[in-house]
């Protein structure tokens, strides 16, 4: 089944506790994407990603690192998470750079 | 870098009815107009899009136009139901190129509902 899979879903940490949140997608896509959902700002883009080692900033990037060593995974990291990352956020992919996205379930994260 | 504003952010309808989302954006060589649906508690999907090549697109109950010269769009659903209760949110981009590529803007979403 094509998917694109976030881990973990739901996860509660605290302030300064380094954490990664896994991306992978099973589709060959080329572009992928990390955005936050937060009420009343829709959809912010944190970074994104071209191709394999190809990644670039977002609109909101601070506090967030990425990388993209394999085609397939694209893991969001959070250095020194804080409580302004409170917040849900979706893995998306597309076969091409403007082309349809598909998200994956989100992930919930709670920063104390 | 490129700005969208979606409105109105809530709306109510009667099912039957029609409903309509305008978005607005800033960068004049955006030319990518996706819009995307989310059900509560789900992912977001894709419903439609245009390209500024076309001014308007149909897919059954949904349309988009769009109207280069003003910077906006605007997403048509006729014959509202239930079902279409969810959160839409319109994005621009320009695919072209240029300090914008690769980045895709949303708007801030339009929660709609829809009464039996």
């Known amino acids: 089944e094509a998917q694109v899979t976030q881990n973990p879903r739901y996860l509660i940490t605290v302030t300064g506790k380094k954490l990664t949140v896994t991306c992978s997608q099973n589709?060959?896509?080329?572009?992928m994407s990390w955005y936050r959902q937060d009420p009343g700002l829709g959809l912010r883009q944190i970074y994104y990603?071209?191709?394999?080692?190809?990644?670039d900033k977002g609109d909101v990037p601070e506090g967030y690192k990425v990388s993209r060593k394999e085609k397939r995974n694209f893991p969001l990291i959070l250095e020194s998470p804080s409580p302004n990352q409170t917040s849900l956020y979706f893995c998306?992919?597309?076969?091409?750079?403007?082309?349809?996205?598909?998200f994956g379930e989100g992930s919930r994260l709670t920063v104390l | 870098g490129e700005n969208v504003e979606q409105h109105p952010s809530t709306l109510s309808v009667q099912e039957g009815d029609s409903a309509v989302i305008k978005c607005t954006y800033s960068?004049?060589?955006?030319?990518?107009f996706p819009w995307y649906k989310q059900e509560l508690g789900k992912r977001p999907q894709l419903i439609i899009d245009?390209?500024?090549?076309?001014g308007e697109k149909k897919d059954q109950r949904i349309a988009v136009t769009l109207n280069k010269t003003a910077k906006h769009f605007s997403l048509h659903i006729t014959e509202t139901q239930p079902e279409d209760s969810a959160v839409y949110f319109c994005?621009?981009?320009?695919?072209?190129?240029?300090?914008?590529?690769?980045?895709?803007?949303f708007g801030q979403g339009t929660i709609l509902t829809v009464h039996p």
């Open positions: 245009i390209r500024s090549n076309v």
């Open positions: 994005a621009a981009s320009n695919p072209s190129g240029g300090t914008s590529y690769g980045k895709l803007t």
């Open positions: 960068d004049s060589a955006s030319n990518y």
């Open positions: 998306a992919s597309s076969f091409i750079w403007a082309g349809e996205l598909f």
């Open positions: 589709m060959n896509h080329e572009y």
């Open positions: 990603s071209m191709n394999v080692e190809v990644t």
